[in-house]
């Protein structure tokens, strides 16, 4: 059964062959799609002196990242953005500047489905930009995974990363790691900060060698990129954004099932269906009330979008919560 965050109509549905036969029941388990269009991005930057050859790369840098995100399925996803240094002494602090109201940007859907909410004057890439020029001045070590996990706990990230979604974390160095724990401990608390470790993702940029670095993209396979920074185009450092964020996919659709008052608009259907959740690896299973006897909450059958003999099935206002649903079930059909 499926398992998705609180959303008006789900539909889910798979293709089955529709033989002329006696009636007959057909099982069906149809996996959720999470279209999560939410995305918090972290850039933690090395501020030390090693830094300063490659400073006004990175900032100029700011205006190909926003258009590699811009090519996301839809446009530009619900974005969180926040910089922070990469220097302990700043406590995990994010920056602020002038361009921005708060301490990251935020650029969001507004409810109309075709306006944006932003706090930010000017571009996105300006601002962006601002807030990667965080100097070459820090002590002569850089320590971003350090700071990457004190950034989490800092009152300055308060209502920046969002819980339920995706997170991409964007290493910019001119030197390795040099934080004092072990590389798998931050791997760990980074995967952990997710209610589904898939949301977590990494992108280096970095001159090598750099071990921990590396050792940290290790830990996150087919959810992470590596970019040189002395390469020429530094842009496709996010090409992990439109990866991640996509529409769902097409509806398929099922065996119509059998309807048992065919003069009764709406069925009642002969179906048996659960959603599936699963939160944090707790998997819990929700028996789901038909429409004809409870107008929200329920599934109900809409034949409008298959070919005849076939329908999809939907979730009206059902309370998902979690990730990777799934609908499994059966019904009888003619």
Request: net charge negative.
């Amino acid at each position: 059964m499926s398992r998705a965050s609180a959303i008006s109509i789900l539909a889910f549905a798979a293709c089955v062959s529709n033989a002329p036969t006696t009636s007959h029941v057909e099982t069906f388990d149809l996996p959720g799609f999470n279209a999560n269009r939410d995305l918090d991005v972290l850039f933690v930057v090395d501020a030390s002196a090693a830094m300063a050859p490659y400073r006004s790369k990175v900032t100029s840098s700011a205006a190909a990242w926003i258009n590699v995100m811009n090519t996301a399925s839809g446009g530009l996803p619900n974005v969180h953005i926040g910089v922070v240094a990469a220097d302990v002494a700043g406590r995990g602090e994010l920056r602020a500047v002038p361009e921005i109201t708060g301490q990251f940007i935020s650029d969001q859907l507004a409810g109309d489905g075709i306006t944006r909410t932003t706090n930010y004057t000017g571009t996105l890439a300006a601002s962006l930009s601002a807030m990667l020029d965080v100097g070459a001045s820090a002590s002569a070590t850089t320590q971003p995974l350090e700071v990457t996990t004190l950034t989490f706990d800092n009152p300055t990230s308060a209502g920046f990363i969002r819980r339920t979604a995706n997170l991409l974390i964007v290493l910019v160095a001119a030197q390795d790691d040099a934080s004092p724990h072990l590389v798998e401990t931050y791997a760990r608390t980074l995967a952990e900060s997710k209610i589904d470790p898939a949301e977590a993702l990494v992108a280096g940029i970095y001159a090598d060698p750099a071990p921990r670095l590396d050792a940290l993209l290790a830990a996150f396979p087919n959810r992470r990129t590596f970019t040189s920074i002395d390469a020429a185009d530094l842009g496709p450092a996010l090409v992990l954004v439109p990866e991640v964020v996509r529409d769902p996919p097409p509806v398929p659709c099922i065996t119509h099932p059998l309807d048992l008052d065919p003069q009764t608009p709406g069925g009642p259907y002969d179906c048996s269906v659960t959603a599936v959740a699963n939160s944090a690896g707790l998997v819990t299973e929700t028996l789901v009330q038909p429409c004809f006897r409870q107008s929200n909450g329920c599934w109900t059958i809409d034949e409008s979008s298959c070919p005849s003999g076939f329908a999809t099935l939907q979730l009206r206002t059902f309370p998902l919560t979690g990730n990777r649903p799934h609908l499994k079930g059966e019904c009888v059909v003619p």
